[in-house]
């Protein structure tokens, strides 16, 4: 198109990208241009990589009034997984909405953990909210008999139905941690609550994702050693924790001890083997 028709035609994608990042910069999001390009990714129903072949094109208005809308929700800080409604992780993607934690890179070492597992181990994710360790496990070592539990009925939900989608054989199940659950596991992968109440969070954490999948009392720590009396003779127990949480974990748990670091450096999952 010549540049005076492209002009009349209103903003085109890179322009539209250059001013909803610095709109979002204002609203101090952390990545502005990224959450940006995720944003138009959406709105024209492409992958982020097309973007830059198109930067010169014109929007269509419905495009334009659609990306205007999301960049609006995300200036109130709601997480860019919550506006597309969808987070990788590992080698899947994974539908959320605001039922569940929105799973983040370093869960993924839990998965790491139960790749170390014997061929046709049992194994049961404590606390699956989406089902991402479940689903990402059962997805990279078919071998597994892999469970994922909740006791939030609106996680479940969201679990099964991402189970469903991409074809997994991961059963899931409500249950207060272990209580109730009918057998014994090999292995326990768990990312529960870790947060101590009453913590300052950024905004898109405290107005957005759910409560019963952050808080756990004075020292955010009360439901991972409700878990850890429960978990006498399973061979292999990995906990998820919050910075600072580690030495105190590990004094807790019995077995051979190992922490895992994050690619940030801080010691994230705290594996106990029998
Ligand atoms: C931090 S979120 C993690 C979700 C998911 N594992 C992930 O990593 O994305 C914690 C999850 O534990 C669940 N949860 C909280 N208390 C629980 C309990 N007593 N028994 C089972 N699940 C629990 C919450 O509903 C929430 O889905």
Request: net charge negative; aromatic share 4%; proline share 7%.
């Amino acid at each position: 198109m010549p540049e005076a028709a492209l002009a009349a035609a209103g903003p085109t994608v890179a322009g539209a990208l250059r001013d909803a990042t610095a709109l979002l910069a204002l609203a101090r999001c952390d990545t502005p241009r990224l959450d940006a390009e995720l944003l138009m990714a959406h709105a024209l129903g492409v992958g982020r990589e097309r973007l830059v072949l198109d930067a010169r094109l014109p929007l269509d208005p419905s495009v334009l009034i659609r990306f205007d809308a999301l960049v609006a929700r995300r200036k109130a800080r709601e997480p860019v997984a919550y506006i597309i409604a969808r987070k990788p992780f590992r080698r899947i993607t994974l539908n959320v909405d605001r039922r569940v934690l929105i799973p983040r890179p370093e869960t993924e070492l839990l998965v790491e953990v139960g790749l170390t597992l014997p061929f046709g181990a049992s194994v049961v994710d404590v606390g699956t909210g989406s089902g991402a360790v479940a689903l990402a496990l059962a997805d990279e070592r078919p071998d597994l008999v892999v469970v994922g539990t909740d006791v939030d009925p609106g996680a479940l939900a969201v679990a099964r139905a991402n189970g469903t989608r991409l074809g997994s054989r991961v059963e899931f199940l409500r249950a207060d941690l272990l209580d109730g659950l009918d057998r014994r596991f090999d292995a326990v992968l768990a990312n529960l609550p870790y947060v101590a109440t009453g913590s300052e969070l950024p905004p898109e954490v405290a107005r957005y994702e759910p409560t019963t999948a952050l808080f756990a009392g004075p020292d955010g720590l009360d439901i991972i050693r409700r878990l850890i009396t429960a978990v006498d003779g399973i061979s292999l127990v990995a906990l998820e924790v919050g910075a600072g949480q580690a030495p105190a974990v590990a004094a807790m748990i019995a077995g051979s001890v190992e922490v895992v670091r994050d690619l940030a450096g801080h010691e994230r999952v705290v594996v106990a083997r029998h």
